[in-house]
């Protein structure tokens, strides 16, 4: 299974707004709706944003939203702060029953 | 609350055997509603999904893998181990635990909401 596609690196100043594109194929993200977004800063583990295309769990911030159109997910986050520096991993559920994860992107906010 | 911690050896000798173990607490890996999963991610590189296991003992693994790997349960001490065998140096990578993914079914599915917090295995001689 490959990986999916994400940019390797976006940035933006504080207060904007920016979108990591999230691409598969039609055999995980095109069919499913179980695409799912982390935050990993430096040193720690990942933590859970967005499941299920575009829901957030408890205690995230309204400020990340995802959405999804044919084979390319995308997570955006409004309103940047500097504790949104960090890397984020998409990730899709696919047809073979597997899990596939993004490249990663580095998110600079400058 | 729900925590996840691995444990294991950090140094693995080639060709030798990878084992890991991830305690967890606050939930019963029995209750049967989430699938337990290891994760790794090799340095400066991003996150690569090595399996799931259901507490029946169903797993699903990477395909992709190289080094054969084993994942089992074990619900009266609320833990579920890795096993990956013959490790080369391409197998060195913080090796995390978290509750979730596996087989999505009725239209539902489990990301991997809690993570351990993860444990660095060198494969070296």
């Known amino acids: 299974q490959s990986a999916l596609t994400q940019p390797a690196s976006v940035s933006g100043s504080p207060g904007q707004s920016i979108t990591i594109s999230c691409t598969g194929t039609?055999?995980?993200?095109?069919?499913?709706?179980?695409v799912s977004w982390y935050q990993q800063h430096p040193g720690k583990a990942p933590k859970l944003m967005i499941f299920d295309v575009n829901n957030r769990p408890s205690g995230v911030s309204n400020r990340f939203s995802g959405s999804k159109s044919g084979n390319t997910a995308s997570l955006t986050i409004s309103g940047l702060q500097a504790e949104d520096e960090a890397d984020y991993y998409c990730?899709?559920?696919?047809?073979?029953?597997?899990?596939?994860f993004g490249g990663g992107t580095k998110l600079t906010v400058l | 609350q729900v925590q996840l911690q691995e444990s294991g050896p950090g140094l693995v000798k080639p060709s030798q055997t990878l084992s890991l173990t991830c305690t967890v607490s606050?939930?019963?890996?029995?209750?049967?509603?989430?699938?337990w999963s290891w994760v790794r991610q090799h340095p400066g590189k991003g996150l690569e999904w090595i399996g799931s296991?259901?507490?029946?003992?169903?797993?699903y693994y990477n395909p992709a893998l190289k080094s054969p790997v084993s994942i089992s349960v074990d619900t009266s001490k609320n833990q579920f181990s890795l096993k990956l065998r013959s490790v080369t140096a391409a197998d060195t990578a913080v090796y995390y635990c978290?509750?979730?993914?596996?087989?999505?079914?009725?239209?539902?599915?489990?990301?991997?909401?809690?993570w351990g917090q993860g444990t660095l295995v060198t494969v070296s001689s």
């Open positions: 606050g939930v019963s890996i029995s209750s049967g509603v989430y699938y």
């Open positions: 990730s899709s559920y696919t047809i073979s029953s597997t899990w596939v």
């Open positions: 296991i259901y507490y029946s003992g169903t797993t």
């Open positions: 978290a509750r979730g993914a596996g087989y999505c079914s009725g239209g539902t599915c489990h990301p991997l909401d809690y």
């Open positions: 039609s055999y995980d993200i095109g069919i499913y709706k179980f």
